[in-house]
């Protein structure tokens, strides 16, 4: 079993900055992504940004230039750095692990979200 465990999320104001730190524990295998989403009230969950086991990225649009993500394979934990934030960024932030397992199969394990809210 795989266990997500987040930290990082507060209250800050518009152009701060938060990183937010998601730690993996259990059975990982090799070929892997482990991504942030979020989801603010009355929308959809949506992908904020993602990295693989091999090291490609992939941003939301409207993050690009001001998030980065990173990763510690050793530790098995994702970060979140999120610079210049703005209001419209406030939502409850998931860590997401994708992991291919034997015969094919992607498994997909989520945090239990961190709450992320910035005041104008």
């Known amino acids: 079993q795989v266990q997500l465990v987040e930290s990082g999320g507060g209250l800050v104001q518009a152009g701060g900055s938060l990183r937010l730190s998601c730690a993996a524990s259990?059975?990982?295998?090799?070929?892997?992504?482990m991504g942030w989403y979020r989801q603010a009230p009355g929308k959809q969950r949506e992908l904020v940004a993602d990295?693989?086991?091999?090291?490609?990225?992939d941003y939301a649009d409207s993050v690009k230039g001001r998030f980065t993500i990173s990763r510690d394979n050793a530790k098995n934990t994702v970060y979140l750095q999120m610079n210049s934030l703005k209001p419209e960024d406030t939502a409850v932030y998931y860590c997401?692990?994708?992991?291919?397992?034997?015969?094919?199969?992607?498994?997909?394990?989520w945090g239990q979200g961190t709450q992320v809210t910035v005041s104008s």
């Open positions: 997401n692990l994708r992991n291919l397992r034997q015969g094919g199969v992607w498994y997909f394990y």
């Open positions: 259990g059975s990982i295998f090799g070929t892997n992504v």
């Open positions: 990295l693989t086991s091999g090291g490609t990225t």
